[in-house]
């Protein structure tokens, strides 16, 4: 009988970590990748990926039978619905796309029944660690296919495909290699001709938005550093040509190497005066970061793309004074585009800023409460790793456009999971 049982856990555990990464995998292909985005069958994929998540974790769920310790479930619960209830009164004072609002809703609320209640006796879920080994692997893969198809040219692109990513109003062809590559940004430098390693992504800032987050998953979440899967995943960085790629896991890699040395034995046991000369060398080393940075964001602003940029931020401030209190409404762009020296419906290039245009100071809430909460507790806990975590974080939300994504609302609802901790468990989360 013993056996049975024990036969029984070990197949509900493998189960469990294979649904894991299930999530995690849909999180990536939510994660604005460029299959959402083809004109024939993007929003059929779109769908097939809400269905499979929300069937994944409701299983998960009664295999994982959370049920069961009922205080973990009623907090659960309370903090579930809350969440869930607070956001949905938006479209009763906002009520525009009122169908499309609601199943982001509804997202939210399935991506809680497994942080919340399928989590709660997790330091850290699962899906997170699962999440960065499906990264570093397509990191790897693209690193292959971005040599031999863009460097050496071995193979011409295999077809095309019609993305509606660029614009809403007009699609835009995009070569790709068997499915697995696409190419669709160039860059200049030093003059010359550069394509950007966008893998299975829309455009380079997106697939270094999860390349970053796949690297703090490894730098300040893992108990042993995988320097293989950081070897990988920053040379990939390299090759997306992405700026704030470069400052962001320069920044990221520094702080870690920071954090290994004060903690060395050699350190602490180190002369009082023997730690005033690391001090102020590791000040001086400070000093020609930030230097290195300001170059690498002057050069960025010098660039079309970092002059649009800039931008947007101005035109998405506009549109957020146009309604500052509950925004123009959610999915409405025109608010925004209005404020562009042209009319142009082409893209926008930051979460923050449509998130209050749209939503204004009511969802500008749930946009940044959740990394002020793990911010102020990670001070609290004086828990440098995640405190450094989550202001990096909370940066890559505010810079890129992936605020309406399952991933942005996972890493949300993650930055809450502290909220599960009891009195009879001091550290049992993130």
Same mark, same amino acid.
Request: aromatic share 16%; with cysteine; hydrophobic share 55%.
């Given at each position: 009988?013993? +056996?049975?049982?024990?036969?029984?856990?070990?197949?509900? #555990?493998?189960?469990?970590?294979?649904?894991?990464?299930?999530?995690?995998?849909?999180?990536?292909?939510?994660?604005?990748?460029?299959?959402?985005?083809?004109?024939?069958?993007?929003?059929?994929?779109?769908?097939?990926?809400?269905?499979?998540?929300?069937?994944?974790?409701?299983?998960?769920?009664?295999?994982?039978?959370?049920?069961?310790?009922?205080?973990?479930?009623?907090?659960?619960?309370?903090?579930?619905?809350?969440?869930?209830?607070?956001?949905?009164?938006?479209?009763?004072?906002?009520?525009?796309?009122?169908?499309?609002?609601?199943?982001?809703?509804?997202?939210?609320?399935?991506?809680?029944?497994?942080?919340?209640?399928?989590?709660? #006796?997790?330091?850290?879920?699962?899906?997170?660690?699962?999440?960065?080994?499906?990264?570093?692997?397509?990191?790897?893969?693209?690193?292959?296919?971005?040599?031999?198809?863009?460097?050496?040219?071995?193979?011409?692109?295999?077809?095309?495909?019609?993305?509606?990513?660029?614009?809403?109003?007009?699609?835009?062809?995009?070569?790709?290699?068997?499915?697995?590559?696409?190419?669709?940004?160039?860059?200049?430098?030093?003059?010359?001709?550069?394509?950007?390693?966008?893998?299975?992504?829309?455009? @380079?800032?997106?697939?270094?938005?999860?390349?970053?987050?796949?690297?703090?998953?490894?730098?300040?979440?893992?108990?042993?550093?995988?320097?293989?899967?950081?070897?990988?995943?920053?040379?990939?960085?390299?090759?997306?040509?992405?700026?704030?790629?470069?400052?962001?896991?320069?920044?990221?890699?520094?702080?870690?190497?920071?954090?290994?040395?004060?903690?060395?034995?050699?350190?602490?046991?180190?002369?009082?005066?023997?730690?005033?000369?690391?001090?102020?060398?590791? @000040?001086?080393?400070?000093?020609?970061?930030?230097? %290195?940075?300001?170059?690498?964001?002057?050069? +960025?602003?010098?660039?079309?793309?970092?002059? #649009?940029?800039?931008?947007?931020?101005?035109?998405?401030?506009?549109?957020?004074? *146009?309604?500052?209190?509950?925004?123009?409404?959610?999915?409405?762009? #025109?608010?925004?585009?209005?404020?562009?020296?042209?009319?142009?419906?082409?893209?926008?290039?930051?979460?923050?800023?449509?998130?209050? @245009?749209?939503?204004? %100071?009511?969802?500008?809430?749930?946009?940044?409460?959740?990394?002020?909460?793990?911010?102020?507790?990670?001070?609290? +806990?004086? *828990?440098?790793? %995640?405190?450094?975590?989550?202001?990096?974080?909370?940066?890559?939300?505010?810079?890129?456009?992936?605020?309406?994504?399952?991933?942005?609302?996972? %890493?949300?609802?993650?930055?809450?999971?502290?909220?599960?901790?009891?009195?009879?468990?001091? *550290?049992?989360?993130?």
């Amino acid at each position: 009988m013993n +056996k049975n049982k024990l036969s029984d856990n070990k197949i509900s #555990d493998f189960v469990l970590i294979f649904f894991e990464y299930i999530i995690a995998a849909v999180l990536i292909l939510n994660g604005n990748s460029q299959y959402f985005f083809i004109e024939s069958f993007g929003k059929t994929i779109s769908r097939i990926c809400l269905v499979v998540l929300a069937l994944v974790i409701i299983v998960y769920f009664f295999i994982k039978k959370p049920y069961k310790d009922k205080s973990s479930f009623f907090r659960a619960l309370i903090i579930s619905a809350v969440i869930c209830i607070f956001l949905a009164l938006f479209v009763v004072i906002n009520p525009v796309n009122v169908k499309s609002f609601l199943v982001q809703v509804c997202v939210i609320g399935i991506l809680c029944i497994y942080v919340f209640f399928c989590s709660a #006796d997790k330091k850290i879920p699962g899906v997170v660690f699962k999440y960065s080994q499906i990264v570093t692997v397509i990191a790897a893969v693209s690193l292959v296919c971005w040599f031999l198809f863009i460097i050496l040219k071995i193979i011409k692109p295999t077809g095309t495909v019609e993305s509606t990513w660029y614009s809403s109003e007009t699609t835009k062809s995009i070569y790709t290699y068997f499915g697995i590559f696409f190419r669709t940004q160039k860059i200049s430098v030093f003059g010359t001709k550069l394509i950007r390693n966008t893998s299975i992504f829309t455009e @380079a800032p997106m697939f270094a938005w999860h390349l970053l987050l796949a690297l703090e998953v490894e730098l300040f979440l893992k108990k042993k550093l995988s320097k293989v899967s950081v070897a990988i995943l920053a040379v990939t960085i390299i090759t997306t040509f992405s700026t704030m790629g470069y400052i962001v896991a320069i920044g990221s890699g520094l702080l870690k190497l920071a954090m290994i040395f004060l903690g060395s034995p050699k350190y602490k046991n180190a002369a009082r005066k023997t730690k005033v000369i690391l001090w102020i060398a590791a @000040a001086a080393l400070a000093c020609a970061c930030i230097a %290195i940075f300001i170059v690498l964001l002057k050069v +960025k602003l010098a660039t079309n793309s970092g002059g #649009d940029r800039l931008f947007d931020y101005v035109c998405g401030f506009r549109a957020w004074m *146009d309604h500052p209190f509950f925004g123009a409404g959610y999915g409405i762009m #025109d608010t925004i585009f209005i404020h562009r020296d042209v009319y142009s419906s082409d893209g926008f290039s930051n979460g923050v800023m449509e998130v209050a @245009a749209q939503g204004g %100071i009511y969802l500008l809430v749930w946009f940044a409460m959740p990394y002020f909460y793990r911010i102020c507790r990670s001070i609290k +806990k004086k *828990d440098w790793k %995640i405190l450094s975590l989550s202001i990096i974080v909370f940066v890559l939300a505010c810079i890129n456009c992936s605020e309406y994504t399952f991933l942005a609302y996972f %890493i949300q609802l993650l930055m809450l999971h502290g909220l599960m901790k009891t009195n009879s468990s001091e *550290d049992i989360t993130l």
